[in-house]
């Protein structure tokens, strides 16, 4: 009798593998995420409202006259020698100094708030509509979501902070005339000199926004509700204010990134110092890096039912 056949053996997989081209890296583009986040109405809203700044400004001081900067001073921090300058009474000299002190009565609050609309938003609201989890259905990998929405939500904060200063120079040219950033505390930079140093005042606004751009990052991917994580990194920034005025507090306020906001003053003097923008630089970066490193990993473990 002879042996019964044996059917033939049958691999089962362990793992299935990825679909034909697929590539993680190539899901959510830039590209597709920036023209999402144009389109939505609080961006077009926030953009309006800084290129709207400077003609407000405009028309202040056409019917107020000449500022005399008798209320002025250095609203913030002590970081940095020039934080006390008071650009506001040489605001109308030149395009220019209309365009640094268009820079300096936004810097401690307006600014902040695009940083933490675009980056508290970002996640937080695809949780709100119940998106979430059809785009990492998609599949979108985890990291490559928050990646895509980070880096355009910083993108968009970074256009917001260019933004209002361009407007400024091109509304301060038409009316105030192209010439050199004169000081307050004597002497003037050159017309040449002026738009790159500008750059580095901006470039510093945007490096010390970063924690609040990590603490509204981070709460976007705690919460359901955009709201919650845009008004809880502008209150915890506010805090960060406050504290940075208790004097009492001695030499612990030099780890507080509000210590160093206005040390991007230092920027506009004939002899550029960098020492309080260096130190206000690590202090931003570190708070940073902590904060988004907290928000990926959360979110890389959290269970995503909306």
């Known amino acids: 009798m002879s042996a019964p056949v044996q059917p033939p053996a049958v691999r089962v997989e362990t793992e299935h593998p990825e679909a034909a081209g697929y590539r993680a890296g190539r899901t959510l583009p830039l590209r597709v995420e920036a023209m999402r986040q144009l389109r939505r109405r609080r961006t077009l809203l926030m953009g309006g409202v800084l290129a709207a700044l400077p003609f407000i400004l405009i028309i202040a001081f056409a019917i107020g006259g000449t500022p005399d900067g008798e209320?002025?001073?250095?609203?913030?921090?002590?970081?940095?020698?020039?934080?006390?300058?008071?650009?506001?009474?040489?605001?109308?000299?030149?395009?220019?100094?209309?365009?640094?002190?268009?820079?300096?009565?936004?810097?401690?609050?307006?600014?902040?708030?695009?940083?933490?609309?675009?980056?508290?938003?970002?996640?937080?609201?695809?949780?709100?509509?119940?998106?979430?989890?059809?785009?990492?259905?998609?599949?979108?990998?985890?990291?490559?979501?928050?990646?895509?929405?980070?880096?355009?939500?910083?993108?968009?904060?970074?256009?917001?902070?260019?933004?209002?200063?361009?407007?400024?120079?091109?509304?301060?040219?038409?009316?105030?005339?192209?010439?050199?950033?004169?000081?307050?505390?004597?002497?003037?930079?050159?017309?040449?000199?002026?738009?790159?140093?500008?750059?580095?005042?901006?470039?510093?606004?945007?490096?010390?926004?970063l924690v609040t751009a990590g603490l509204a990052f981070w709460?976007?991917?705690?919460?359901?509700?955009?709201?919650?994580?845009?008004?809880?990194?502008?209150?915890?920034?506010?805090?960060?204010?406050?504290?940075?005025?208790?004097?009492?507090?001695?030499?612990?306020?030099?780890?507080l990134p509000a210590h160093w906001q206005f040390a991007w003053a230092d920027a506009l003097q004939p002899q550029l110092e960098w020492g309080g923008m260096i130190k206000g630089t690590a202090v931003s970066v570190t708070y940073a890096l902590i904060l988004f490193a907290l928000a990926f990993r959360g979110f890389s473990r959290k269970d995503i039912v909306s």
């Open 71 to 209: 209320d002025g001073g250095g609203g913030g921090g002590g970081g940095g020698g020039g934080s006390r300058i008071n650009l506001m009474d040489v605001a109308t000299e030149s395009a220019a100094n209309f365009a640094a002190t268009s820079l300096f009565v936004s810097a401690g609050f307006l600014l902040v708030v695009p940083v933490a609309l675009f980056c508290g938003d970002t996640v937080a609201s695809e949780a709100s509509w119940s998106s979430l989890r059809y785009l990492l259905a998609a599949p979108v990998p985890r990291v490559r979501l928050l990646w895509s929405k980070l880096v355009v939500a910083l993108g968009f904060s970074l256009a917001a902070m260019v933004l209002l200063p361009v407007v400024a120079l091109a509304a301060g040219t038409a009316v105030y005339g192209w010439g050199p950033l004169k000081l307050p505390t004597g002497g003037a930079l050159a017309a040449g000199d002026t738009v790159p140093r500008l750059a580095i005042v901006v470039a510093f606004i945007f490096v010390s926004q």
């Open 219 to 255: 709460l976007s991917t705690k919460t359901d509700a955009p709201l919650g994580a845009v008004g809880g990194a502008v209150g915890l920034t506010i805090v960060g204010n406050v504290l940075d005025a208790v004097t009492a507090l001695g030499s612990w306020r030099d780890f």
